[in-house]
Nanobody
Framework: QVQLVESGGGLVQPGGSLRLSCSAS????????MGWYRQAPGKQRELVAM???????NYGDSVKGRFTISRDNAKNTVYLQMNSLKPEDTAVYYC????????WGQGTQVTVSS
């Protein structure tokens, strides 16, 4: 099994920035994809960004140009740098790893409000 622990959420004003981190532990395959999904109240969970162990990235349309995903394979950690945040970015952000199965973190709240 894999355990994922997110950190870095919080309250930020519109136009501000936050950086999320997700650290993986347990039985980790060297070949995997890690990243982030988010879910706002009353909405379906949606893709934010994913990155493969080789560095290939995929972003959701609503965050392209504002969010950047990166990873440190030695630390089994993925990061999400979020800039130019908007109120519509408010959601619970979930870390996900796709390897020999799908694994999810508990989620971290991001609130964008003045």
């Amino acid at each position: 099994q894999v355990q994922l622990v997110e950190s870095g959420g919080g309250l930020v004003q519109p136009g501000g920035s936050l950086r999320l981190s997700c650290s993986a532990s347990g039985r980790i395959s060297s070949i995997n994809v890690m990243g982030w999904y988010r879910q706002a109240p009353g909405k379906q969970r949606e893709l934010v960004a994913m990155i493969s162990s080789r560095g290939l990235t995929n972003y959701g349309d609503s965050v392209k140009g504002r969010f950047t995903i990166s990873r440190d394979n030695a630390k089994n950690t993925v990061y999400l740098q979020m800039n130019s945040l908007k109120p519509e970015d408010t959601a619970v952000y979930y870390c996900k790893m796709v390897a020999y199965g799908d694994f999810w973190g508990q989620g971290t709240q991001v609130t964008v409000s003045s």
